[in-house]
């Protein structure tokens, strides 16, 4: 699979989205190597005990700039896939540019809203590092990155 970028042109614009675009990205763009730096230390620590495994289809629920769905592409391997979605297409450029060094290429990138967003129930697993606290409606984000995942089997 290759690396791809899918848009959701059907998005409907929120001022909130709008709000995280216009006067939030440049922020966080400008202190992105302090971000990355500091949240890196959390995600490590928490990948050894992830439940995914080589082959396994995951959602990177509000992925930024993209270097935790590098990094579950990497547990995932060739076999397995990404879908790295964001509402902030300048943070997705950024991880387009990061799997391009690192030689990844079994990641989807998707300019999308989580809480939105019309996932079908083919993934193993869904993983936010620190998404989640950012979306206008937390409990509506997570309700749909439930209908993500596969049915469990009774």
Not at 17 to 45: C, M, Q, Y
Not at 47 to 56: I, S
Request: with cysteine.
């Amino acid at each position: 699979m290759a690396v791809e970028t899918l848009d959701q042109n059907q998005r409907q614009s929120s001022q909130y989205i709008d709000f995280w675009n216009s006067v939030l990205v440049p922020k966080f763009i400008r202190w992105k190597h302090i971000l990355i730096d500091g949240l890196t230390l959390h995600s490590e620590a928490i990948f050894p005990t992830l439940a995914v495994k080589p082959g396994d289809k995951v959602v990177d629920a509000g992925c930024g700039f993209g270097d935790t769905a590098i990094k579950l592409a990497q547990l995932v391997g060739p076999s397995g896939s990404v879908l790295a979605v964001d509402c902030c297409d300048a943070f997705l450029d950024f991880g387009r540019k990061d799997v391009a060094k690192a030689g990844v290429t079994n990641i989807t990138f998707l300019d999308g809203d989580v809480q939105t967003y019309p996932f079908e129930p083919i993934h193993d697993f869904c993983f936010s590092r620190f998404g989640t606290q950012f979306f206008e409606n937390p409990v509506a984000g997570l309700r749909n990155m439930r209908k993500s995942l596969k049915p469990v089997a009774s």
